[in-house]
């Protein structure tokens, strides 16, 4: 029997038993939750990094409320991707597929809504769905009895959302605790007879990153530590060099770090109030651009100097979405939900903070390609619990449908990972396929696939240029020295371009396999 659908199985045979009544007899907890089968809340971020979360060891920020999903449940320290970009992972999410299949490859197209997505079993199975807050997908999927999103990257203040019937409406604030709001709003009108499945869709932690009026110069007596790697030279890593992602020459004064903004013209500070509009001028006006005149700054110190308040503005952004996940968390405390509700957070990719000199993702390097995951599920996950597999963005869905009950269509791609949430003994996956392809705008990172196992990682770039790249992961974590070619990896690099060939056949990529064929 296939292991998912035997799960799936498993899992709608046990609420059935929990069921029976038997004379004399009192279920325990767990079986009573089986019976009334769990809620589940999906916080869904944007860009968050793992290294801006303190349940993953940051000294950058504290994350109280992202920490306490983990501390009472399960935190997964190997969570990758398979495409590192904002809209392909959310297809993935919906979908359970790479974004070969799902036909979701690039930012800013439009998600295919005529195919399968997981929700829908969940309606079949009798869940209400909704996605609030940001979606990114271009059109509205099926599978939700409510949507309201933000079209497209949606803004910081005074955004506007759309609905399932097309209709817009634009709510004054800032978008963290508009979307909160809306989210806590459609939980106290909902169905009470039937179990819920929900996205929390939030904007933060994306470019601008626009901070909440209350966070502006939260980390401004932070000084933070260069990473070691911010002034790599990208030896022997030819796409690296060829990127165009750097704080040093990509990261723009005006724009992203608001230096000097255009308060009169700007699309993003006309929708601001005016007394929001007079808090960011004093702030960036009078305080952030002030210092930058007077210090005149050139060479290093100004890219150092953009650094700090690059990361400032990050994580002082980030502020806002630890606060409304509390916000959430606290509503279902009081409400009684949270004892039969099961919380995930999650971001659509990593993120670099400096990291190579670098900000935005893309790459199958370790900062853009792990993405934080922490689940909490009373009775069932055990607190403080540490998942150290592989586990891919395509195992979401196939683990949401595991935990619901619901059987999993065949079509999806992953696989639960609900056995070692739950601390069982399976057998999982040793490598991690991965694929991205969007090139050249807008941050000119060439098209590559690879695999990512527990000890090596073999990557294929290719379009413009043709190169691999393999590194050791145990000696070198940073991911500085690229090993291929060189004498005595000759080995390892034969048995991992193997596996790499397998895992395209396994996930039916077809246009991957003819270019490692091609390339070998």
Not at 59 to 74: F, M, S, V, Y
Not at 349 to 354: A, D, I, P
Not at 376 to 405: C, F, H, Q
């Amino acid at each position: 029997m296939n292991l998912r659908i035997g799960i799936g199985i498993l899992g709608i045979f046990s609420a059935l038993a929990a069921l029976v009544v038997v004379p004399g007899y009192t279920p325990n907890e767990a079986e009573t939750q089986q019976a009334n089968r769990p809620n589940v809340i999906f916080i869904f971020s944007d860009d968050h990094a793992y290294q801006a979360i303190s349940a993953y060891g940051s000294k950058l920020a504290k994350t109280p409320n992202i920490d306490r999903i983990a501390n009472e449940g399960a935190i997964l320290y190997n969570n990758v991707v398979t495409n590192s970009i904002c809209g392909p992972s959310r297809a993935t999410l919906l979908t359970g597929k790479y974004s070969h299949l799902n036909g979701y490859k690039e930012n800013e197209k439009k998600f295919n809504i005529n195919q399968p997505v997981f929700p829908e079993e969940l309606q079949k199975n009798g869940y209400q769905t909704a996605w609030i807050g940001k979606m990114h997908l271009g059109s509205l999927p099926n599978g939700f009895d409510y949507l309201n999103v933000l079209p497209g990257q949606g803004h910081y203040y005074s955004p506007t959302f759309v609905n399932s019937k097309g209709d817009t409406t634009r709510y004054p604030g800032y978008v963290t605790n508009v979307t909160t709001k809306l989210s806590l709003d459609w939980l106290k009108q909902r169905d009470n007879a039937k179990p819920f499945f929900l996205v929390v869709g939030h904007k933060a932690t994306h470019r601008e990153w626009l901070p909440d009026l209350q966070d502006l110069g939260a980390y401004d007596n932070v000084t933070f530590p260069l990473p070691s790697t911010f002034y790599d030279n990208y030896e022997g890593r030819e796409a690296a060099k060829n990127q165009d992602m750097t704080i040093d020459k990509t990261m723009r004064l005006k724009e992203d770090l608001k230096v000097h903004a255009d308060y009169t013209k700007s699309g993003i500070y006309n929708r601001f109030s005016p007394e929001e509009k007079k808090r960011f001028y004093e702030y960036y006006e009078n305080k952030v651009s002030r210092e930058f005149d007077e210090k005149k700054l050139s060479g290093k110190a100004l890219v150092e100097w953009k650094f700090q308040r690059y990361l400032r503005d990050y994580l002082a952004t980030a502020n806002s979405l630890d606060r409304n996940i509390g916000e959430l968390l606290k509503y279902l405390d009081e409400s009684g939900l949270a004892k039969n509700t099961v919380v995930v957070y999650a971001s659509d990719q990593g993120f670099y903070l400096g990291e190579h000199g670098w900000f935005d993702k893309r790459f199958i390097y370790e900062q853009s390609l792990k993405t934080p995951f922490v689940i909490r599920y009373p009775g069932v996950i055990k607190p403080g619990t540490k998942v150290n597999e592989l586990v891919s963005n395509i195992d979401w869905a196939p683990t949401m449908l595991n935990i619901t009950g619901t059987a999993i269509p065949k079509e999806i791609q992953g696989e639960s990972f609900l056995p070692l949430l739950t601390g069982k003994k399976v057998a999982w996956r040793k490598e991690a396929y991965y694929h991205y392809y969007e090139f050249p705008v807008p941050h000119h990172v060439y098209p590559h696939l690879g695999l990512r196992g527990e000890q090596y990682k073999l990557v294929r770039f290719y379009g413009p240029k043709d190169s691999w790249e393999l590194y050791d992961l145990k000696k070198d974590p940073q991911e500085l020295r690229n090993l291929y070619g060189l004498k005595g990896y000759e080995a390892i690099t034969a048995d991992l371009k193997k596996k790499l060939s397998e895992q395209i056949r396994h996930y039916k990529d077809d246009e991957a396999l003819k270019i490692v064929e091609q390339g070998q």
